[in-house]
C-alpha cells in the first residue's frame, strides 16, 4: 500500500510559509508515489531534473523542470470536496491501493471507451470517478507535497501499481508570449463526457454482476 499519505510537510520544516489548497493544484502526483525511472521505481520525491523517466509511448525520457506546491488540506483550506480520491486495489486494474489528487489526469484503458471514443486508453481527471468501484474521499495529512514533472513535451508516466499519470506540457509565460505556445499532444476528457463514460462502465458493472 502507497504511504504517500504519510508524506507530511509543515511550515517549521523550511518550507515557503503559504500553502495551497489542493483545489488549486493541477496534475500532480503526492510525495510518496513511486514512478518508473531509469534507475528503478523511485519515490517521485527524489527524482531530479536530468534523470529519465519511463513513459507510456516514448520509452525514457529526460525531466526539465519540477513544479513543487506545499498543500494544505485542513482548517479553512481543507475540506471533504478538495480531498484526494482513494483508489482501492483493483478498482482500476491497479495492483495497489493508492490515493489521487482530484485534478490529476490518469490513463485508463476500457471497452466502453473505445467504442465511444475510438481509442480504448483515455485520460480523465481523477474526480470524475468518485464513487465509482469504492473510489471514494480520503482524509489526508495536514500538509502535503504535490509534485508534477516536466518534459520536453507532455507525457504519461508509469506509476508504480499499474497506474499511468499525465504530466501536462512545459509552461513559461515569457516562452509562451515570444513563441508558439506548444500544443499538448495528449488530450483530457471534459468533465461531460467524463462523466457519461464512468456512468456507461458503471451500468457494464452492473450487468456483469
Not at 534507475?39 to 531530479?48: C, H, K, Q
Request: charged content about 20%.
Amino acid at each position: 500500500m502507497y504511504a504517500w499519505n504519510n508524506q507530511t510537510w509543515s511550515p517549521a520544516e523550511g518550507a515557503p510559509e503559504f500553502a495551497a489548497s489542493l483545489a488549486d493544484v493541477g496534475n500532480g502526483m503526492i510525495a510518496g508515489t513511486r514512478v518508473a525511472t531509469a534507475m528503478g521505481w523511485r519515490p517521485i520525491e527524489t527524482v531530479s531534473v536530468g534523470d529519465q523517466v519511463l513513459t507510456f509511448d516514448k520509452g525514457m525520457q529526460t525531466v526539465t523542470a519540477i513544479r513543487r506546491e506545499h498543500v494544505q488540506t485542513s482548517g479553512a483550506l481543507g475540506g471533504v470536496s478538495n480531498w484526494p480520491l482513494r483508489v482501492p486495489k483493483g478498482a482500476l486494474g491497479n495492483l495497489e491501493e493508492m490515493s489521487l489528487p482530484r485534478r490529476q489526469a490518469i490513463l485508463i484503458e476500457s471497452d466502453v471507451a473505445e467504442d465511444m471514443f475510438g481509442d480504448a486508453f483515455t485520460l480523465i481527471h481523477v474526480a470524475a470517478l468518485e464513487g465509482f468501484r469504492g473510489i471514494e474521499p480520503v482524509r489526508p495529512a495536514d500538509f502535503i507535497e504535490v509534485i508534477t514533472l516536466q518534459f520536453e513535451e507532455d507525457q504519461i508516466v508509469f506509476g508504480k501499481g499499474g497506474f499511468l499519470f499525465y504530466c501536462p506540457p512545459p509552461s513559461d509565460i515569457l516562452h509562451d508570449l515570444l513563441c508558439e505556445p506548444k500544443v499538448p499532444r495528449y488530450h483530457i476528457l471534459p468533465k461531460d463526457k467524463a462523466e457519461i463514460l464512468v456512468s456507461v462502465l458503471e451500468y457494464e458493472d452492473a450487468k456483469h454482476d
